[in-house]
């Protein structure tokens, strides 16, 4: 769990803002992923990337936007389109994506809060 | 599209009972199914997980059990301890390689 990391703690967004989540591992995983997690609810897919330069849309992408650039960092935008924001967000990898995916380790998570 | 259901969403058990949590999955080609626990404001961590070639996996006081028939398991965890009450997530592995959780089951451990 060490191995990944995700920045700020909490944020706060004001209406119309895009505000970005910062999320590294130096675990060497190809598979990165964003969860959103309402209180008392599971969790839900926003992005997921398999392969650094490459991402797909998971449940709930709409009002999100992600890059993976590096392998070690997936950041996630939040944009002003996305009109409920206020969640705990989770990143997570997995040392493979696609079918050989499994274990997938978690960081701590930032907890965004809207203005 | 494919879903996992979770019961219950609440337990309570008394010290040193069990406690049994039950999970069904929709998509048959599911083959891995992880568990894990998530203490409040915390990231959730991977406790126990089963693969669908194998019924049963045990872990000290842990145990899944896995019906590929039914498309069910359970989560067992044996003599509880206070320091077990968290949330746990059930899910699995669909057949296009994303893991769908299930919503969660909030289990107290009263002393």
């Known amino acids: 769990d060490g191995g990944i990391t995700q920045s700020p703690k909490y944020l706060f967004r004001k209406e119309g803002q895009n505000v970005t989540l910062s999320c590294e591992q130096n675990?060497?995983?190809?598979?990165m992923y964003w969860y959103r997690q309402d209180p008392g609810q599971g969790l839900r897919l926003i992005y997921y990337?398999?392969?650094?330069?490459?991402?797909q849309k998971g449940d709930i992408a709409e009002g999100y936007s992600v890059s993976r650039e590096k392998k070690e960092s997936f950041p996630l935008t939040v944009t002003s389109a996305q009109k409920n924001p206020t969640a705990f967000y989770l990143c997570?990898?997995?040392?493979?994506?696609?079918?050989?995916?499994?274990?997938?380790?978690f960081g701590p998570g930032t907890r965004l809060l809207v203005l | 599209g494919e879903n996992v259901e979770q019961h219950p969403s609440t337990l309570s058990v008394q010290e040193g009972d069990s406690a049994v949590i039950k999970c069904t999955y929709s998509?048959?080609?599911?083959?891995?199914f992880p568990w894990y626990k998530q203490e409040l404001g915390k990231r959730p961590q991977l406790i126990i997980d089963?693969?669908?070639?194998?019924g049963e996996k045990k872990d000290q006081r842990i145990a899944v059990t896995l019906n590929k028939t039914a498309k069910h398991f359970s989560l067992h965890i044996t003599e509880t301890q206070p320091e077990d009450s968290a949330v746990y997530f059930c899910?699995?592995?669909?057949?296009?390689?994303?893991?769908?959780f299930g919503p969660g089951t909030s289990l107290s451990v009263i002393p």
């Open positions: 899910a699995a592995k669909t057949s296009y390689d994303k893991v769908i």
């Open positions: 089963i693969r669908s070639n194998v």
């Open positions: 675990l060497n995983h190809d598979a």
């Open positions: 990337s398999q392969i650094v330069n490459d991402f």
């Open positions: 998509d048959s080609a599911s083959n891995y």
């Open positions: 997570a990898s997995s040392m493979y994506g696609g079918p050989l995916q499994e274990t997938q380790y």
